[in-house]
């Protein structure tokens, strides 16, 4: 039995080296592509927080979410209050009950 291996042409590795270099560009490019994408995506900018929020007496906050035209305050005693972003104003109040 013959251990000798067979002569590879040199066609052969030039397009195998051509291939390789074009894929690994390929996937530089596309990971350039998508952490372009992030830094696009994540710096746009937001609604502006409002300064203070005027909540009830004996309320503490839970969570907070923000719209253009109002925001939201989840307080802990289950209830969501609604406000205007341009007045601070109370909108809204909406009593949260879970059924058991």
């Excluded at 051509?18 to 350039?32: P, S």
């Excluded at 992030?38 to 503490?60: C, H, M, N, Q, Y």
Aim: charged share 20%.
């Amino acid at each position: 039995m013959d251990d000798t291996p067979n002569p590879i042409d040199a066609r052969t590795l030039k397009f195998l080296r051509i291939l390789v270099t074009t894929l690994t560009a390929t996937m530089i490019i596309g990971l350039l592509v998508i952490i372009a994408l992030f830094v696009i995506k994540f710096s746009e900018t937001r609604p502006p927080l409002p300064e203070r929020i005027a909540l009830p007496d004996g309320v503490k906050a839970v969570a907070f979410t923000q719209a253009e035209t109002w925001y939201a305050v989840v307080t802990d005693d289950n209830r969501i209050l609604i406000y205007s972003p341009s007045t601070g104003t109370l909108l809204q109040e909406v009593e949260v009950t879970a059924e058991e």
